[in-house]
């Protein structure tokens, strides 16, 4: 079965920092993008982060655009979102996803359109941003 566990979430002051891990199995992890999806409470979820399966292509919403950085480590089925100068509107639950559409697609929330969007396995990582 496929698993991608994201972790690493807590609570952080404006302006801070936080790194999430993102843990997978139950595929062939080099064979797919991963993303980063976020859902705030009484929000749609939005398409936060995308890197492609080879760790090269790197795709961004643009809130996310110059403060969060996405990486992969293909041997260790691993990824990552490093997210910098955090502010309160980026208080939400954080899930990684193995995805088969477009990472262009992730970020700028057409997803939401597709039939068969793709949707987190794991129960995701709460992020708040308070002071």
């Known amino acids: 079965d496929v698993q991608l566990q994201a972790s690493g979430g807590g609570l952080v002051q404006p302006g801070g920092s936080l790194t999430l891990s993102c843990a997978t199995s139950?595929?062939?992890?080099?064979?797919?993008?991963i993303a980063w999806f976020r859902q705030a409470p009484g929000k749609e979820r939005e398409g936060v982060a995308c890197?492609?399966?080879?760790?090269?292509?790197?795709y961004y919403s643009d809130t996310a655009k110059g403060r969060f950085t996405v990486s992969r480590n293909n041997p260790k089925n691993t990824a990552a979102l490093q997210m910098d100068s955090l502010q309160p509107e980026d208080t939400a639950v954080y899930y990684c996803?193995?995805?088969?559409?477009?990472?262009?697609?992730?970020?700028?929330?057409?997803?939401?359109?597709?039939?068969?969007?793709?949707?987190?396995w794991g129960a995701g990582t709460q992020v708040t941003v308070s002071s």
């Open positions: 996803a193995n995805v088969a559409i477009a990472c262009s697609y992730v970020v700028d929330n057409t997803f939401r359109t597709m039939k068969r969007a793709p949707s987190p």
């Open positions: 890197v492609g399966s080879s760790g090269e292509r790197k």
């Open positions: 139950g595929f062939i992890f080099d064979d797919y993008a």
